[in-house]
C-alpha cells in the first residue's frame, strides 16, 4: 500500500496524554474515568506497550470477587502481561452486591469498553479489535461482554451510542448459566450459601424459572454475531463446577465454532495447581487473543460503532448526493474530515474505518462520509464535482453544525484517494456570483490523508466546471 498523508491532525493539536513509564516496553495511564454515577465515579489503569506505529488491540481485564465491588488494581498484575506480549490492557473496578446488584456490574464493564472505544485515538487502541479476560465473577462478566446485546444491559455510564462489543474474550473459571448452576450434583461447588450470596447479586431469590437470573446467565444470550471465546476451568474447582465452562462452550460452539474449552484436572478455582497449569492456561489465553484479535480481518459490512448525528443528509440533486455526519463534542467550532470512499467509481457506500471515527471524535473533530454518482450514472467530473459540492455544503452549514470552515480535509482510498487529492489541489470551484448558495461555498482543504494510491488514475488537476 501506498500513502500519502498530508498533516492531517494538524487541524487539531491534539493533547495526547503522557503516561508513566514502567519499563522499556510498557508505560501506564492511570485513574483514567469511564463511567460516571450520580453516586459514584469509576476508574481504570491502561497499561500500553511503548514505542508502537500503529493502534493495537485492548483486553478489558476483569478481576473476580463474588460479585462484590471490586478495585482496578486487583487484576494489574494480569494487565501488566498482557502489554508485555503487545496488547494494550485496562484493568478496571465495578460495582456490586449488596448495593448495587446485577445488571449494575455489566453496565459498568460495557461502560469501559465503550470508553475505550471513545478514547481509542488518544491512547493508539484500535477500536475495532477489542477483547475481555476475567476469572470467576470476572469470567462471568467477560462472557457478558461477549454475548450480550440487550440494551437494558447497556448502563448509563458514559459514551452513549458507541458498541460495548467485544471481538473475543476468554474466561477462568467463570459462571454461565445460573439457573443450572444450583441443579447440578457438585455439593461443595453449590451450597445454600452460594445460592443466597448469588441470589443477594442477581436481586431476587433463586427460582428455576426466574427470567432475572436467565438475564444474568451468558448461556441464555447466545446467538449469531457473538464474540468467540476461550473458557478455562479445572475438574477440582469447588467454588464454580467445571460443567458451567462445559455448558457455555456446547452453545458457543455452534455460533463460533473458533471457540475453545480448555479444561484441566487440577489447579483449583484460581487456575494455579502447579506451575505448569497457571502456565499452560496463560499461554494459551495469549495465543487466542492473539488468533483472533491479531489476525487480518475479512471486509464486514460497515456499522458504526457511533451512530451518525445526522444520517442520509441531501446535499445535491442526485440519488447518491448524500452524507452521514458525526460531531463531535467541542465548546468551539470544530474541525471537519469528509470521508470519501473508493471503488473504482463504480461502487462504494458511506464507510469511514471505526478506529478513524472513533480517533476523530474523540479528538474533536467531526467527520462526515459521503457518496457521489458512479460511472452508470453520469461520467467524470461528476464524482469530482459531487465531492466539491459536499464540501460546499458542510460548510452552508457550518455555523448551525459547529464546524470551523477553516478547518477541513479530505480522506480516502483508490478513487476516493483520486477525488480527495483532486479536491486538495484544484483552485477554488467557489461561484460567488451563483444563484445556489451552495455553490457559493469555497472548496478549499487545509491537507488530505489518501491511501491505495497505487490504485488511483491519473486525475487532470485541470479539471474545472
Known amino acids: 500500500m501506498n500513502l500519502l498523508l498530508l498533516p492531517l491532525w494538524a487541524l487539531l493539536a491534539v493533547d495526547t496524554p503522557t503516561p508513566e513509564s514502567l519499563s522499556d516496553t510498557m508505560a501506564v495511564h492511570r485513574n483514567l474515568e469511564f463511567a460516571a454515577y450520580s453516586d459514584e465515579k469509576l476508574q481504570l489503569d491502561l497499561y500500553v506497550p511503548r514505542n508502537i506505529a500503529d493502534p493495537v488491540p485492548c483486553i478489558v481485564v476483569i478481576p473476580g470477587g463474588g460479585f462484590r465491588p471490586q478495585v482496578k488494581e486487583k487484576f494489574g498484575d494480569a494487565a501488566r502481561q498482557f502489554a508485555e506480549a503487545g496488547f494494550a490492557a485496562a484493568s478496571i473496578g465495578y460495582r456490586g452486591r449488596p448495593d448495587d446488584p446485577f445488571p449494575a456490574a455489566v453496565h459498568d464493564t460495557k461502560a469501559a469498553v465503550r470508553f475505550l472505544r471513545a478514547k481509542a485515538g488518544l491512547y493508539k487502541i484500535d477500536a475495532a479489535r477489542i477483547g475481555a479476560f476475567g476469572q470467576s ?31 473475543a474474550a476468554v474466561t477462568f473459571a467463570g459462571v454461565f448459566d445460573f439457573i443450572e448452576r444450583f441443579r447440578e450434583t457438585n455439593a461443595i461447588a453449590n451450597t445454600a450459601e452460594k445460592r443466597q450470596t448469588n441470589g443477594e447479586w442477581i436481586g431476587e431469590p433463586y427460582a428455576p424459572d426466574s427470567s432475572r437470573w436467565k438475564q444474568a446467565s451468558p448461556c441464555f444470550h447466545v446467538s449469531d454475531g457473538d464474540a468467540p471465546m476461550l473458557l478455562v476451568h479445572c475438574k477440582d474447582d469447588n467454588t464454580v463446577a467445571w460443567t458451567q ?8 460452539k455452534v455460533v463460533r465454532p473458533e471457540s475453545r474449552l480448555l479444561i484441566f484436572d487440577e489447579g483449583g478455582h484460581n ?62 467550532p470544530a474541525p471537519m474530515l469528509v470521508s470519501i470512499h473508493g471503488g473504482g467509481f463504480r461502487g462504494g ?89 451552495v455553490l457559493r461555498q469555497s472548496t478549499r482543504l487545509s491537507c488530505m490523508a489518501v491511501e491505495k494510491m497505487d490504485s488511483v488514475p491519473m486525475i487532470p488537476v485541470s479539471y474545472a466546471r
Not at 455448558?247 to 458457543?252: H, I, S
Not at 462526515?368 to 455544503?393: G, M, N
Not at 464546524?403 to 460567488?432: E, K, Q, T
Request: with cysteine.
Open 349 to 437: 457506500n458511506k464507510k469511514v474505518s471505526n478506529r478513524l471515527l472513533s480517533a476523530c471524535l474523540a479528538s474533536g473533530i467531526s467527520v462526515a462520509a459521503i457518496t457521489y454518482r458512479l460511472t452508470d450514472e453520469a461520467i467524470a467530473p461528476a464524482p469530482f464535482l459531487d465531492s466539491a459540492r459536499a464540501i460546499q455544503f458542510i460548510r452552508l452549514n457550518a455555523a448551525e453544525w459547529n464546524i470551523d470552515p477553516a478547518r477541513m480535509a479530505a480522506n480516502g482510498d483508490s478513487a476516493g484517494a483520486g477525488i480527495s487529492l483532486w479536491l486538495g489541489l484544484h483552485d477554488d470551484l467557489a461561484d460567488p456570483g451563483s444563484d445556489d448558495p
Open 245 to 252: 465452562s462445559q455448558r457455555m462452550f456446547d452453545a458457543m
Open 271 to 332: 487456575i494455579r495447581g502447579s506451575g505448569k497449569v497457571k502456565d499452560e492456561a496463560w499461554t494459551a489465553t495469549i495465543a487466542f487473543f492473539r488468533e483472533q484479535l491479531l489476525k487480518p480481518q475479512p471486509e464486514i459490512p460497515f456499522v458504526p460503532v457511533v451512530a451518525p448525528t445526522h444520517a442520509n443528509v441531501s446535499y445535491g440533486p442526485y440519488k447518491r448526493n448524500v452524507m452521514d455526519v458525526w460531531l463531535a463534542r467541542s465548546d468551539t
Open 137 to 167: 465473577a470476572g469470567g462471568h462478566l467477560a462472557g457478558m461482554l461477549a454475548v450480550s446485546d440487550d440494551p437494558e444491559l447497556e448502563g448509563e455510564g458514559g459514551n452513549a451510542g458507541i458498541s460495548s462489543r467485544v471481538q
